[in-house]
């Protein structure tokens, strides 16, 4: 299928596109509730979120430009076992995420490019 969750089995986009979440609704609906961060599943996905071309490119990270300014927005891959990204990178990601949600947010509403390191995150989250 050459999308995420595109399995004929598997009704998430057609569950999202019907309860009116997609693209521009998703983005009002996060100006409105104004949650600390974002997480999405998929580049392509948050390419459609934040109105980007589907060949911009987009790292999987805290973005330095959110599409709804003062919420922090990150790009993680699908932590499904099928995933091509290796594991290890997505621990790795999954505890970057854990830590930029922890942050209080920005006052500014502007978020910040630096990638987060292992050594930025708390001593508990080295547990295995």
Not at 77 to 97: G, H, I
């Amino acid at each position: 299928m050459g999308h995420h969750f595109g399995g004929r089995n598997n009704h998430f986009w057609t569950l999202l596109h019907r309860s009116g979440s997609t693209d521009r609704r998703l983005r009002e609906k996060v100006a409105r509730l104004r949650p600390r961060i974002v997480c999405l599943l998929g580049k392509d996905v948050y390419r459609a979120y934040a109105g980007l071309p589907r060949g911009r490119e987009v790292a999987w990270e805290l973005q330095a430009s959110p599409p709804v300014p003062g919420v922090r927005t990150f790009v993680m891959p699908n932590p499904s076992a099928r995933s091509t990204v290796p594991f290890e990178e997505r621990l790795r990601l999954f505890r970057v995420l854990q830590e930029a949600a922890l942050k209080p947010p920005d006052p500014t509403g502007i978020s910040s490019r630096r990638k987060l390191s292992s050594h930025d995150l708390s001593p508990g989250l080295h547990r295995p």
